[in-house]
């Protein structure tokens, strides 16, 4: 006769369980130098088509331009602050191609890139860095939500859009762009509990970048990955080498798909790195070895990306050339746009704050304009 206690004790891998752990090894499709992996690294997954990783390069080295420019204009005085996504490109391009236009992409503040290869004005994408605005594009429009600064507190508007949209009968999947420290949050939890239980077409990306700021993930949990924190929750949990373009875009498609296919959400980890400080008020210097950042580099993602096309005959020198003069001409375009001061209504400062202004907000309003008037008639004279 077996106790209550003894008839729960796990033995093994139920097979639903097992059906959520992620792979024992990140996937990848190329090794460090962008030559194929060896063995089956890529288990399952497809090599994404080649138009597709045509189009995932052009927007890396975009990407990577317009990162080094936003760096730039910061040390100039031009933006308040930028957090660069130096070395993450796979990741944040293979999150947007991962998409469909109609799909819904929930970013943090360090994913400026993405929005701009999501096809956002990228003088728009700079304007919260800027300390211009709270966002300066059309969140609705573009199906993209404003950037947060918070740590995972957008994970469960993610969520909760994606099961709206299910609701409603919408073909939508929310992406939620997260770090490694935004793991640590009550919010990232919540957020893979609700979306677990109420099967939720939403996809976690993970950065993991090694670093919450200054505190290494070794300080943030004892987990075998991040990857698991998914499956006690009932979440369909993946790992993927994040400098791989290949691998990232053929893990994110197949969990975007799971998502819209009625499947449930996906926690994909991403193992990455950030080559520059957390800002451009960091002093990385302080807790991580520079011989750590320069290894990371030479598993650089635009590099290995550039040699597998290039050894497939689907790149040519005319090729890149085209990409990085695109690439200086956007940059170019938002040197010169930033250069302009930016322009406010004060009246906005009323704006977005409830969706019936409270009386006290009107009349505060009200007093404002009297003061402006006043202030405009006196300046006439």
């Known amino acids: 006769m077996t106790t209550q206690a003894e008839h729960h004790m796990p033995t093994a891998a139920a097979p639903a369980e097992a059906g ?42 975009l990407g990577r ?12 005085g031009r933006l308040a ?54 966002c300066g594009y059309d969140p609705v429009a573009t199906r993209t939500a404003p950037q947060c600064t918070p740590l995972a507190t957008h994970a469960p508007h993610a969520v909760g859009v994606a099961y ?12 939620v762009l997260i770090g490694d420290g935004g793991t640590s949050e009550g919010d990232f939890h919540e957020a893979l509990n609700f979306a677990a239980v109420f099967h939720a077409p939403v996809v976690f990306l993970v950065q993991n970048n090694g670093f919450a700021i200054s505190v290494p993930l070794s300080r943030q949990t004892a987990a075998p990955s991040l990857a698991h924190k998914g499956v006690g929750y009932g979440v369909r949990s993946e790992r993927v080498d994040g400098n791989d373009p ?29 080559v520059e400080p957390h800002t451009n008020a960091d002093d990385d210097a302080r807790y991580r070895d520079h011989d750590e950042v320069e290894a990371w580099k030479r598993r650089d993602p635009l ?24 690439a200086e001409a956007y940059a170019a375009d938002v040197r010169a746009r930033l250069g302009e001061e930016p322009t406010g209504d004060p009246a906005d400062l009323f704006a977005h704050v409830f969706a019936e202004p409270t009386p006290q907000l009107r009349e505060q309003a009200t007093w404002l304009a009297e003061e402006l008037s006043h202030d405009a008639a006196e300046g006439a004279r």
Not at 112 to 117: F, N, Q, S, V
Not at 248 to 263: H, I, N, P, Q, S
Not at 304 to 310: G, K, P, S, V, W
Not at 311 to 324: K, M, N, P, S, Y
């Open 65 to 76: 331009r317009f990162d080094a420019q936003a760096t730039a204009l910061t040390k100039q």
């Open 81 to 134: 602050v930028y957090p660069s996504s130096r070395g993450q490109e796979a990741c944040e391009i293979g999150a947007v191609l991962a998409l469909r236009e109609t799909d819904w992409l929930f970013p943090t503040y360090r994913d400026t890139m993405a929005l701009a290869a999501r096809g956002i004005d990228p003088v728009e994408a700079l304007t919260l860095l800027r300390g211009s605005w709270h």
């Open 246 to 274: 290949l691998a990232v875009l053929a893990v994110l498609t197949d969990a975007v798909e799971w998502a819209r296919a009625g499947g449930g959400p996906v926690l994909v980890e991403a193992h990455t790195y950030r």
């Open 303 to 326: 590099a290995r990306l550039e040699a597998h096309l290039r050894a497939r005959g689907e790149l040519t020198d005319d090729d890149v050339a085209a990409a990085r003069e695109a």
């Open 164 to 175: 709206a949209a299910r609701r409603r009968g919408e073909d939508a999947v929310a992406l």
């Open 20 to 61: 959520l752990l992620p792979s024992p090894e990140p996937v990848r499709f190329l090794d460090d130098d962008g030559a194929p992996a060896p063995g089956d690294a890529h288990g399952r997954y497809e090599r994404p088509p080649s138009a597709l990783l045509k189009r995932a390069y052009d927007a890396m080295v």
